[in-house]
């Protein structure tokens, strides 16, 4: 009879653990922004990979699907239910151990992704022995109803908290986002105007942005990677006097458009020159130490708008984090759902 229960908890837990965590899963790889996975580190890596997704689903939703088939295989009585439960167990166990394998050759490790994957195997092994062994759950209608319940509350439960939860914003986006006028959807962007992916996500965005105008606030934070772009300080001096001269936007979209090698000072000082600006104003600025000051200090909104492992190119739009350049359609759903969202 001990044996029993224990080849019966065997399979049960890690079926139960494999449909949570595949629940959670699946809600981070549907939102924008992640609820469960931390920002950054290996979640966010595996994410971004080609284990992502398979034909353009997210292979969570497989995962997920495989265990609910699983759990039901549990509950099922007779030797064709023993023996598909074998069959859907040991290929389960194989794609585990294929997607711990690929993890682990990436150099990227999900621990949900990881731990999916392992439930997986030890089902795997789990329903080859019950096969073998040839016993069902036949502990009664209320142990059977009891597991059942647990497998469909389980999931059931992590998909609604994961799809109605809040996402987490950092305060000093919080507090733009109350300072944007009513109606308005609030864009905050973190740019170094020499970085090549922020050129990239630029290129994108602006489009969606000026098909959007008159809906959105968008509030530019400039962080000049000095240590590696050795022009972004000067273009960054740039963008902040052009703003601070009233042409901030126009000075913007002329350096994203520039050569990299023409943001020097003198070629800065040529494109603001180019816009109109007023040539003593536009150098008293830059020679200006508070220029570098409300440089420094948007990088410590940076720093507090950051996880740990983020990087440029940043974006919130509105409550939602985009990190790194994203696809366009990407960008589109979280504009078009801050606006929504702003509207309401």
Same mark, same amino acid.
């Given at each position: 009879m001990r044996s029993k229960v224990l080849s019966a908890l065997s399979l049960f837990v890690p079926t139960l653990v494999g449909l949570g965590v595949s629940?959670?899963?699946?809600? #981070?790889?549907?939102?924008?922004?992640? /609820?469960?996975?931390?920002? *950054?580190?290996?979640?966010?890596? /595996?994410?971004?990979?080609?284990?992502? +997704?398979?034909? *353009? =689903?997210?292979?969570?939703?497989?995962?997920?699907?495989?265990?609910?088939?699983?759990? /039901?295989?549990?509950?099922a009585r007779g030797e064709r239910a023993r023996a598909v439960h074998r069959v859907v167990g040991l290929f389960g166990g194989i794609v585990g151990l294929g997607l711990i394998a690929a993890q682990l050759s990436m150099g990227h490790v999900c621990v949900y992704c990881m731990t $999916?994957?392992?439930?997986?195997?030890? /089902?795997?092994v789990a329903a080859l022995f019950r096969f073998r062994a040839g016993w069902d759950l036949d502990h009664g209608m209320t142990v059977r109803a009891g597991a059942g319940a647990l497998f469909a509350f389980t999931p059931g439960a992590l998909l609604a908290f994961g799809f109605w939860? @809040?996402?987490?914003?950092?305060?000093?986006?919080?507090?733009?986002?109350?300072?944007?006028?009513?109606?308005?959807a609030t864009v905050v962007e973190f740019v170094d105007f020499e970085c090549p992916y922020c050129r990239m996500e630029q290129d994108d965005l602006a489009p969606m942005l000026q098909a959007e105008k008159g809906r959105v606030?968008? =509030? &530019?934070?400039?962080?000049?990677? +000095?240590?590696?772009?050795?022009? +972004?300080? #000067?273009? $960054?001096?740039?963008?902040?006097?052009? #703003?601070?001269?009233?042409?901030?936007d126009a000075m913007a979209e002329a350096l994203f458009r520039a050569p990299v090698?023409?943001?020097?000072?003198?070629?800065? @000082? !040529?494109?603001?020159?180019?816009?109109?600006?007023?040539?003593?104003?536009?150098?008293?600025?830059?020679?200006?130490?508070?220029?570098?000051? @409300?440089? $420094?200090? #948007?990088? &410590?909104?940076?720093?507090?708008?950051?996880?740990?492992?983020?990087?440029?190119?940043?974006?919130?739009? *509105?409550?939602?984090?985009?990190?790194? $350049?994203?696809?366009?359609?990407?960008? &589109? &759903?979280?504009? !078009?759902?801050?606006?929504?969202? +702003? *509207?309401?």
């Open positions: 629940a959670v899963l699946f809600v #981070d790889y549907v939102r924008i922004s992640p /609820v469960f996975c931390g920002d *950054g580190g290996g979640c966010e890596a /595996v994410k971004r990979t080609r284990l992502a +997704a398979l034909f *353009g =689903v997210p292979t969570p939703f497989f995962g997920l699907i495989g265990f609910v088939l699983l759990g /039901v295989l549990f509950l $999916a994957d392992l439930c997986a195997c030890a /089902v795997g939860a @809040q996402a987490w914003v950092p305060s000093v986006i919080a507090s733009e986002m109350k300072r944007t006028p009513k109606g308005l606030r968008v =509030v &530019r934070k400039l962080v000049p990677l +000095a240590r590696i772009h050795p022009h +972004a300080t #000067d273009a $960054a001096r740039a963008a902040c006097c052009a #703003d601070v001269l009233g042409k901030g090698e023409n943001l020097t000072n003198a070629g800065c @000082q !040529k494109i603001a020159t180019e816009l109109g600006l007023d040539e003593a104003s536009y150098a008293a600025c830059v020679s200006d130490p508070k220029t570098d000051e @409300q440089i $420094a200090a #948007d990088r &410590r909104v940076f720093d507090l708008a950051a996880s740990k492992g983020d990087g440029l190119p940043l974006l919130w739009i *509105g409550d939602k984090k985009i990190m790194g $350049a994203e696809e366009p359609g990407t960008l &589109r &759903r979280a504009l !078009k759902g801050a606006i929504a969202k +702003a *509207g309401s």
